[in-house]
């Protein structure tokens, strides 16, 4: 009775540390695929979601650039080599620099590229833009990365950072 009861116990201990060895492996080929999935559904809603946010810019259309932020105590940004600042910052900046611009000459985004983690996004370009300020031009030639996450109500930006490019392009 004692050698049953001992291989019984002894089975049962087997069978779990198995199991448990089969969901570290899944872990990591969940880590894995989100690193190499592609994602191309979420790699178009996100370059749809981009279309738009250039779109309310050469629109004026300040609300609507705003809706595409996720405002709250997570969001940051870095420009101008400056200290990392957060929603209230961001959206006074893009109000004031984007609702003063009077025409978008050029609003290009060279070298393009989006990577999708699951329910996370990052954007990276080459900023070309022209951007009139009544008759002046201003030109912004910046490295510019916008994070993403996917919300309910689509994808949100919750990061982004602006550093100047040194080679400007032709």
């Not at 749809?48 to 004026?60: L, N, P, V, W």
């Not at 900046?93 to 699951?118: C, M, P, W």
Request: proline letters at 3%.
């Amino acid at each position: 009775m004692k050698t049953k009861m001992k291989f019984t116990i002894l089975g049962i201990l087997l069978l779990a540390v198995t199991s448990c060895e089969g969901q570290d492996s899944t872990e990591e080929e969940i880590k894995m695929d989100l690193i190499n999935t592609d994602f191309p559904e979420a790699k178009q809603e996100v370059m749809e979601t981009f279309g738009a946010i250039a779109q309310s810019i050469k629109d004026g259309d300040m609300d609507k650039l705003i809706s595409f932020h996720a405002y709250g105590p997570k969001f940051t940004e870095f420009k101008n080599g400056e200290r990392r600042n957060g929603s209230l910052a961001n959206e006074e900046h893009e109000r004031s620099v984007f609702g003063a611009v009077t025409e978008v000459v050029k609003f290009e985004a060279d070298d393009l590229k989006i990577a999708v983690y699951g329910e996370v996004a990052n954007l990276t370009f080459h900023s070309n833009f022209q951007l009139k300020f009544g008759e002046e031009m201003v030109y912004v030639f910046d490295q510019i990365t916008l994070l993403f996450v996917n919300t309910p109500e689509g994808w949100k930006m919750v990061h982004e950072h602006h550093s100047p490019l040194k080679l400007k392009p032709l």
